[in-house]
């Protein structure tokens, strides 16, 4: 039974005690009911094996909120056009568009994009240390990052590039009036329209241009499929890498006894760093945090016991993922901040078939972005708070002060 100790959501408080409370929380119980600011009430999932379990069973389906049957259950409006992308399709429909994308963004072709992620961040940090000895790392590394690469690993003109961070923020942005965030989304739409015909006229080595050639091959893709794809990938995929980066370098600033961890072997523990600062996100960057957000929802379409839990038929379930990564029947000390942490399932990135379809790519990023920043900047420090913009759907990151 819940009482003021496994009280949840939770509003702001210290990071180290919200982790405890979730900790409490994941012991005391599988499930909270929560009452939802738009789309009616539903379950939170704390356990990391019951979030597994959901996950995997094809009886949770988003198909209810792409046929608009119900609304999102979520703190905030759900952006329109992401009931659209592949993340709301179930059972054949999903498979064969994600069976697709994968095949685009393989391990072979992510791999072949290691050494020019690297020359991207270099340039980058030539800029930085051309223009003094401190810095806005959001503004100046942890976001153009992200974006140069997955523009290039798309097909996205380099020209084309700087228009993204205003598409994307005007179209995920949670208080922007609608018809102006429909208007934008109708100009990213037409834009990449246009470039899936100059694609398939004239083919290259991207992304944009396999999807496109899917069309003559036996499983093939219409526009109508290859838009929202395209759309999630550019719009929802640097904003989101971005953060990952600004917050994991926040995180090892702060602490530096895992920072000093890492510069004993940059190329060999910058893996499970990655993996490690996932598995915390928000957490390490030291700013106060609240409990109750999650992974968007899904529906039982039968009654299912989770954990000794019934979720009826018809109710929406979603998975708070600082909960089920700090669960500590899953991650020993789930509390410590380890970049040599071994065997970390970290849920950041979702799991089994609605696993982030961008991860290998976002790791990647990570990856690299990291640990070239250590190898030429040693000394890097903070210089100030970090920012975030919480009128935008993925909290991103604006203000990351540093200093060498």
Not at 231 to 237: C, E, Q, R, S
């Amino acid at each position: 039974m819940s009482d003021s100790l496994t009280e949840y959501p939770f509003d702001l408080r210290p990071a180290p005690e919200a982790v405890a409370h979730q900790q409490r929380i994941a012991v005391d119980r599988p499930l909270t009911r929560v009452a939802m600011q738009y789309g009616d009430e539903a379950w939170a999932i704390h356990r990391y094996g019951v979030a597994q379990q959901v996950l995997t069973d094809p009886r949770f389906v988003r198909g209810p909120f792409a046929r608009r049957e119900r609304t999102v259950p979520a703190a905030f409006e759900f952006p329109e056009f992401l009931l659209d992308t592949l993340q709301f399709a179930d059972g054949d429909e999903h498979k064969k568009l994600r069976r697709l994308v994968q095949v685009a963004i393989s391990p072979r072709r992510v791999q072949a994009l290691r050494e020019r992620t690297a020359e991207i961040a270099n340039e980058l940090i030539d800029d930085m240390i051309a223009k003094g000895d401190t810095a806005n790392l959001a503004e100046d590394y942890a976001t153009p990052l992200p974006i140069r690469v997955l523009s290039e690993f798309i097909g996205v003109p380099v020209e084309d590039q700087p228009k993204f961070i205003l598409w994307a923020t005007t179209v995920l942005s949670l208080d922007t009036p609608e018809d102006e965030v429909l208007a934008t989304g109708m100009e990213l739409y037409s834009y990449l329209l246009d470039l899936i015909a100059a694609r398939r006229e004239d083919p290259r080595e991207d992304l944009l241009s396999s999807l496109a050639n899917a069309r003559d091959k036996d499983d093939t893709l219409t526009d109508a499929e290859i838009m929202p794809i395209a759309m999630i990938l550019l719009v929802a995929g640097f904003d989101n890498t971005a953060g990952f980066l600004a917050a994991g370098v926040s995180a090892l600033l702060r602490n530096g006894d895992q920072r000093e961890r890492l510069l004993e072997d940059l190329d060999g523990r910058i893996a499970p760093a990655v993996e490690e600062i996932l598995r915390h996100a928000m957490f390490e960057v030291g700013s106060p945090m609240a409990g109750g957000m999650g992974t968007v929802a899904m529906v039982a379409t039968e009654d299912v016991d989770l954990d000794g839990v019934l979720v009826k038929a018809g109710e929406a379930v979603y998975v708070d993922p600082a909960s089920v990564n700090h669960d500590p029947a899953a991650f020993k000390d789930s509390q410590i901040f380890d970049i040599l942490r071994e065997d970390s399932p970290q849920m950041m990135l979702s799991y089994g078939i609605h696993s982030c379809l961008g991860a290998p790519l976002a790791r990647m990023e990570m990856q690299v972005g990291i640990a070239e920043l250590f190898r030429r900047l040693p000394t890097l420090r903070l210089n100030g708070e970090i920012v975030r913009n919480m009128h935008v759907l993925t909290i991103p990151v604006t203000d990351l002060p540093v200093a060498w």
